[in-house]
């Protein structure tokens, strides 16, 4: 069984930065795709940052040059940087692994204020 945790939402100001973190237990994860979504009320979940199986690292167009995904496969923890934050970034943050089937994490809000 896997299980993801993930930590450092908040409340944060306009032009503030965030660190999101997501551990993973239960499994190996150094050939899993490995990434973050969002959400927020009403809408569909949207990719944010996928490491995929093969380290290709893609990023939504609203977030490149902003946020930088990255993993500790030691750790087993995947990490979104986030900065000029923006309130349109405002949204539950959804850790996600795919190990066969998808795995996804409780979410972590973000909160950015103008």
């Known amino acids: 069984q896997v299980r993801l945790v993930e930590s450092g939402g908040g409340l944060v100001q306009a032009g503030g930065s965030l660190r999101l973190s997501c551990a993973a237990s239960g499994s190996t994860f150094s050939s899993a795709a490995m990434g973050w979504f969002r959400q927020t009320p009403g809408k569909q979940r949207d990719l944010v940052a996928l490491?995929?199986?093969?380290?290709?690292?893609n990023y939504a167009d609203s977030v490149k040059g902003r946020f930088t995904i990255s993993r500790d496969s030691a750790k087993k923890t995947v990490y979104l940087q986030m900065s000029s934050l923006t309130p349109e970034d405002t949204a539950v943050y959804y850790c996600?692994?795919?190990?066969?089937?998808?795995?996804w994490g409780q979410g972590t809000q973000v909160t950015v204020s103008s």
């Open positions: 996600y692994v795919h190990l066969g089937t998808d795995y």
């Open positions: 490491i995929t199986r093969g380290g290709n690292i």
